[in-house]
T-cell receptor, first 113, second 113 residues
Framework: DGGITQSPKYLFRKEGQNVTLSCEQNLNHDAMYWYRQDPGQGLRLIYYSQIVNDFQKGDIAEGYSVSREKKESFPLTVTSAQKNPTAFYLC????????????FGPGTRLTVL | AQSVTQPDIHITVSEGASLELRCNYSYGATPYLFWYVQSPGQGLQLLLKYFSGDTLVQGIKGFEAEFKRSQSSFNLRKPSVHWSDAAEYFCAVLRAAGNKLTFGGGTRVLVKP
């Protein structure tokens, strides 16, 4: 089955620790995205990548970092600089980087204690 | 800048009744519009999208949406809701540059037996 996987589903970390969220897709999509979702708010774009070895900041990139070394993988690191990291994180991908439908993974809920 | 407003935070509807979710957007050109649905703790699933052409768009699960340029609206409808339609629904518009989505705040739908 083709799809997007995110692991783990739930993640707990102590304040001050960096944590990396995994996102893998086997859809052969070129573009990948990371969103953050907070209660009562829509999704906000953190980072996106339209092609391997290239990525751009989204609307709320501060305190986050990404890499795109492989087409299938787009891990997100939540650093200790992120002031309010507890949230639901969603990864998405699309066939190409322009005017194309985005497909979403199941999400990772990060709780920082 | 593009923006999306979903005026209703919560809607409660009886099973078998009709449902309409409102979405208003702010965008200078012809927008590309999407409706997604999210079950609790899950990722987003695409219900339907409008790029051009017929302003009445059919989607999955019996949903449809109508694009009205004069009202800057893209409301989602379903003639008869099922208990499984209880979820959160997000309207989104594609931004002018790059394949980046701007989401509304979401509408949570509760279905009464």
């Amino acid at each position: 089955d083709g799809g997007i996987t995110q692991s783990p589903k739930y993640l707990f970390r102590k304040e001050g620790q960096n944590v990396t969220l995994s996102c893998e897709q086997n859809l052969n999509h070129d573009a990948m995205y990371w969103y953050r979702q907070d209660p009562g708010q829509g999704l906000r774009l953190i980072y996106y990548s339209q092609i391997v070895n290239d990525f751009q900041k989204g609307d709320i990139a501060e305190g986050y970092s990404v890499s795109r070394e492989k087409k299938e993988s787009f891990p997100l690191t939540v650093t200790s600089a992120q002031k309010n990291p507890t949230a639901f994180y969603l990864c998405a991908s699309s066939i190409e980087g322009e005017t194309d439908t985005q497909y979403f993974g199941p999400g990772t809920r990060l709780t920082v204690l | 800048a593009q923006s999306v407003t979903q005026p209703d935070i919560h809607i409660t509807v009886s099973e078998g009744a009709s449902l309409e979710l409102r979405c208003n957007y702010s965008y200078g050109a012809t927008p590309y519009l999407f409706w997604y649905v999210q079950s609790p703790g899950q990722g987003l699933q695409l219900l339907l999208k409008y790029f051009s052409g017929d302003t009445l768009v059919q989607g999955i699960k019996g949903f449809e949406a109508e694009f009205k340029r004069s009202q800057s609206s893209f409301n989602l409808r379903k003639p008869s809701v099922h208990w499984s339609d209880a979820a959160e629904y997000f309207c989104a518009v594609l931004r002018a540059a790059g394949n980046k989505l701007t989401f509304g705040g979401g509408t949570r739908v509760l279905v009464k037996p």
